[in-house]
């Protein structure tokens, strides 16, 4: 089912709503220039729909939602958005976010606290943003394709993403799957893509004071985050645990679904 709910300053969110309405809601953030379209797998898994209610949210500028000219630099924006998803999906969220939604996360946790939350998984996710901040070192690959990947130009910008797409998976996954990933990029004005990163973040204090329970997901060959974000959570956040994709890149629930599905499945009926 899509949906929509308001977030700050009235902005509209586009909405992925699968599974039981009366079951305990898993969240699903996606990162920079992606949409909850990503999260495909996930939404048609029999074993967490039966069992979750899943809500993929797009993000302001993203997919679904609207593409308001700014906002994008203001973590009260971020938060108050993530804070209408939550409210829609009911108490007791687990919340899912991938890349730059770790970001988005911690802004909402920044502003609006713990509270709805009942566990966090930071999906190949930054946590800061900004020249030196541990918690936000990106790859070789976003460092040698992003000021392409921002370009008005398609000529410029087109085969950056294209093989930003394609290098941020690894392993067999479908051509189809790669060609989505761009897609969802391609939709994604050049001024959205580029006002993400009009931000110098840090969120230590933010980490060190998460009192729910925490999974901390990477690939070790992820291109685009580099792992030492990953470990830089796990040192911060109290209680977190780890669960590392041996040779996997950035996407874990696209390049190995099942595998991740499973630790996501664990993970929440824990919590």
């Not at 039966?50 to 679904?64: C, I, K, S």
């Not at 108050?80 to 911690?106: E, H, K, N, R």
Request: some cysteine; aromatic content about 6%; proline content about 6%.
């Amino acid at each position: 089912m899509r949906t929509e709910v308001v977030g700050h300053g009235g902005v509209r969110l586009g909405l992925q709503v699968e599974g039981a309405e009366n079951s305990r809601p898993i969240v699903f953030v996606h990162g920079w220039a992606q949409s909850g379209g990503c999260w495909a797998a996930q939404l048609a898994d029999p074993a967490l729909t039966e069992r979750f209610r899943l809500v993929a949210m797009d993000l302001r500028g993203h997919g679904a939602s609207d593409v308001p000219a700014s906002g994008y630099d203001d973590p009260q924006v971020w938060a108050d958005d993530l804070a209408a998803v939550l409210d829609f999906a009911g108490p007791d969220a687990i919340v899912v976010a991938w890349s730059y939604g770790g970001l988005v996360l911690t802004d909402h946790i920044r502003v609006h606290g713990t509270a709805r939350l009942r566990g966090l998984v930071l999906v190949g996710a930054i946590t800061e943003i900004g020249r030196d901040r541990p918690g936000g070192r990106v790859g070789a690959l976003m460092r040698e394709h992003l000021r392409a990947m921002l370009s008005d130009d398609p000529d410029i910008a087109v085969p950056a993403l294209t093989a930003f797409s394609r290098g941020m998976v690894t392993g067999p996954v479908p051509g189809a799957q790669v060609q989505a990933l761009l897609g969802a990029s391609l939709s994604v004005p050049p001024s959205v893509r580029s006002a993400l990163f009009r931000r110098d973040v840090g969120s230590e204090d933010v980490l060190a004071g998460i009192d729910k329970p925490t999974l901390v997901v990477h690939g070790t060959a992820d291109r685009v985050i580099e792992p030492s974000a990953a470990e830089h959570a796990l040192g911060k956040i109290p209680g977190a645990t780890g669960r590392w994709f041996l040779d996997g890149g950035h996407a874990p629930f696209a390049e190995s679904a099942a595998e991740f599905d499973a630790v996501l499945r664990q993970f929440a009926e824990e919590c």
